[in-house]
Structures are given as structure tokens and as C-alpha cells.
């Protein structure tokens, strides 16, 4: 298993400096070879030629939230992180990797939830490489890895909770979107953690019934909502009758026997709870 380990290396400036002199002394041993037909200035200025372009090839710019993974000969020698201008092994492999911030938005899933209703599923991932070593080392494509395994936690996520929850203590897709993504973090994290990446925050940004059965479930939740409007009215409208009768009682406005009683409930009742505007016919004679 590998893990990150810090590295450093020569100041850059100070190597393109010495480059650019080797630079101008093969061209003064050149020069003078010329001049003096002297063999070994030749021979000199062949190997400040040689040297030059490995002093340049060495250079590395790391930039601010950047790594640059090092290599020599297959063996991981570690990992430059400090921004600068560096100058390594020119025979080094190096290989650059960005600790920025990055989102992911994986496409429309379509899947069958926990009571087996189609729907369509989407999320938002917002990660970040923590360990380069894991990240180039571990998996063949590490930004492949993360858009794979998101997808595959957000599939499985959906299958193990419902849309909508029928009963009191059952998390749900729509109901519980902090707690659903609290475990959506979770799971992707435990699937990204061997490729060397972070998970900062992971949510649902698409979430709808599949549309062959979009209808009927509109129609399911309109029923759920008119009944628990209609419960409401209920409530409120034997509470209503109640308040009425014991005033009626306590203020001694008229006596009613049980089957006035019973009517003037049944008349209160309808006038609350019907969903239209109730035509009452008014008595004017005698009480009965």
C-alpha cells in the first residue's frame, strides 16, 4: 500500500542558472576550439552541451494546489507539494495531480427503490485528492474511479430507502434529504477512501418518480394530501360543535333533548366539513 510521502527539490533558479552557464562555456570552449584547433576544447564543449538540456529537463513548476508525484526507475520517491520553482532528477518521472476542490454531477439513474417504485436519481459530489501517492498508484484512473463508485453508491443508496416513507420512523428519499445525504457521503467516502480522495459533501440534485408511473403517483400523493386536509377539517369541526353545545348548555340559551341534540350535530357537520358553500334553509315557526 502506498502513502504520500513529502519531497523536495533543488531550487530551480539555481540549476537554469548553472544551465545557462554550462551553456555559454561549451560555446566559449567551441570557440575557442576553433581558434586553437585544440582538441579537448572540443571535448569540453561536447559535454557542457550534454549537461545543459539535463539541467534543463530536471525543472519542475509546482503551482499552488498542486502535487507533482516523483518517480525514479518504477520506485515512488515521494511528492512535491510547496509551490515553487524546483529542479529534481531529470530522470525522474513526475506525475502532476490537482488538490483543488472539484464537483461531480453523475447523470440521471433510473432505479427501483426499497418498495420497488422506478424512479430517477441524481446527485451532486464535491471531492478532493488528499494523498497523491493512492491516487496514481491505487487505481488506473483515479477521476474514472470517483465518477464510477458515486454512481454505484447513489444506485445502491436509492434501493435501500424509499421514495416516499408510508410510516413514522422511516427515512425517506424526499423526506429526509439531510440524513439521506449524510449516509450518501458516507457510503461514497468508504468506496473513494482506497483511491486517495476526500468527500466534502454529497446531495441529491435530481430525484422523480420514472414517468410511466409518474401519473399514478401524483394521483397518490394529491389522495394523501386531501385526506390529511379532510382529518384536519375534521378535527376542528368537532371541536366547533363541542364549543357550541356546551355554550348553548352553560349560557341556558335553549334546552335540547338528545334527538335535537343529534340533529343540530349532524346539521354543525355538514356546514364545517363540506368543501362547498352549504344552502341552510332557515325555521321561522315554533321550535319543532
Known amino acids: 500500500m502506498f502513502r504520500e510521502t513529502k519531497t523536495r527539490g533543488l531550487s530551480g533558479w539555481f540549476m537554469l542558472f548553472v544551465a545557462v552557464g554550462l551553456f555559454a562555456l561549451a560555446i566559449l570552449f567551441l570557440a575557442s576550439g576553433i581558434r586553437t584547433e585544440n582538441g579537448w576544447y572540443g571535448a569540453g564543449a561536447g559535454l557542457c552541451f550534454l549537461l545543459c538540456p539535463l539541467c534543463a529537463i530536471g525543472l519542475t513548476v509546482v503551482n499552488p494546489n498542486d502535487g507533482v508525484a516523483v518517480l525514479l526507475a518504477g520506485r515512488y520517491k515521494g511528492t512535491l507539494r510547496e509551490p515553487g520553482f524546483w529542479w529534481v532528477n531529470p530522470f525522474t518521472t513526475r506525475r502532476r495531480v490537482s488538490l483543488r476542490v472539484r464537483n461531480f454531477e453523475s447523470a440521471k439513474l433510473k432505479v427501483n427503490d426499497h418498495d420497488g417504485n422506478p424512479i430517477e436519481i441524481a446527485a451532486v459530489v464535491v471531492w478532493k485528492v488528499v494523498d497523491t501517492a493512492e491516487a496514481v498508484f491505487h487505481v488506473d484512473n483515479y477521476e474514472n474511479f470517483v465518477h464510477v463508485q458515486s454512481e454505484a453508491a447513489v444506485r445502491n443508496l436509492a434501493t435501500l430507502h424509499p421514495y416516499d416513507a408510508h410510516e413514522d420512523g422511516v427515512l425517506s428519499l424526499r423526506g429526509n434529504t439531510a440524513e439521506i445525504a449524510e449516509l450518501m457521503k458516507k457510503e ?101
Open 188 to 288: 461514497i467516502q468508504d468506496r473513494l477512501a482506497q483511491a486517495g480522495v476526500e468527500v466534502i459533501e454529497a446531495r441529491i440534485s435530481h430525484l422523480a418518480y420514472a414517468p410511466e408511473i409518474a401519473q399514478a403517483m401524483l394521483l397518490r400523493q394529491q389522495a394523501g394530501a386531501v385526506i390529511a386536509a379532510r382529518s384536519r377539517i375534521v378535527q376542528g369541526a368537532v371541536s366547533m360543535v363541542e364549543m357550541a353545545l356546551e355554550e348553548l348548555a352553560r349560557k341556558q340559551i335553549v334546552e335540547l333533548d338528545t334527538e335535537r341534540k343529534a340533529a343540530m350535530v349532524s346539521n354543525l357537520l355538514v356546514v364545517l366539513c363540506s368543501d362547498r358553500h352549504t344552502q341552510p334553509v332557515v325555521n321561522t315557526g315554533t321550535l319543532y
